[in-house]
């Protein structure tokens, strides 16, 4: 079953930091591109980040250019998203998504995270 | 970057067709994606790339695209049709899936 599984969220302090791991299984990781996209609580998708299959092309928002830092490990068939001076406003679900190309056809479940003191 | 602009909801009667749209740049070049979102479930496509459906996705659900605006039309909505839809599209570079609308809430009377 083709599959990506979010983890790492949780409540944090404004300009604390959080890294999460998105683990995909079912298909072969390191042949596609992924997305990371965020849901505001009550609001609509906001993209976040992109990554190609090799990892050597890399974009983001630019509500978060500077503070997060997206990465893979082919080898371990996960995604990463280093976030860091974390503002209130970062506070959403975030989903790992995979690009076949055509859409951002599989998701993870999300996962939420908090930025509040 | 570039932004899509969708009607924040719409209603429609059971068994009755309706019309989602999209507008925007991008779409001028490049297709949109539909995505069908239910309260606390993650984001699933329902139109791809000219007017593809995924697997398991019923034919009430169609695409298409005219100049800068991509509707989305559900023939014979059902109740199960209520929910939130995003467009989404890629950016000027087409590169990346980075454009998301605002989102439609579809309501079935």
Do not use: H
Not at chain 1, 23 to 51: C, D, H, K
Not at chain 2, 68 to 96: F, H, K
């Amino acid at each position: 079953e083709v599959q990506l599984v979010e983890s790492g969220g949780g409540l944090v302090q404004p300009g604390g930091s959080l890294r999460l791991s998105c683990a995909a299984s079912g298909f072969t990781f390191s042949s596609y591109e992924m997305n990371w996209v965020r849901q505001p609580p009550g609001e609509g998708l906001e993209w976040v980040s992109y990554i190609s299959s090799s990892g050597s092309s890399i974009y983001y928002a630019d509500s978060v250019k500077g503070r997060f830092t997206i990465s893979r490990d082919n080898a371990k068939n996960s995604l990463y998203l280093q976030m860091n001076s974390l503002r209130a406003e970062d506070t959403a679900v975030y989903y790992c998504a995979r690009d076949d190309g055509d859409s951002n056809d599989v998701w993870g479940q999300g996962t939420l995270v908090t930025v509040s003191s | 970057s570039s932004e899509l602009t969708q009607d924040p909801a719409v209603s429609v009667a059971l068994g009755q067709t309706v019309r989602i749209t999209c507008q925007g740049d991008s779409l001028r070049n490049y297709y949109a994606t539909w995505y069908q979102q239910k309260p606390g479930q993650a984001p699933v496509v329902v139109i791809y790339g000219k007017n593809s459906r995924p697997s398991g996705i019923p034919d009430r659900f169609s695409g298409s695209s005219s100049g800068n605006t991509a509707s989305l039309t559900i023939t014979g909505a059902q109740a199960e049709d209520e929910a939130d839809y995003y467009c989404n599209s890629r950016d000027s570079s087409g590169t990346y899936l980075g454009v998301f609308g605002g989102g439609t809430k579809l309501t079935v009377l």
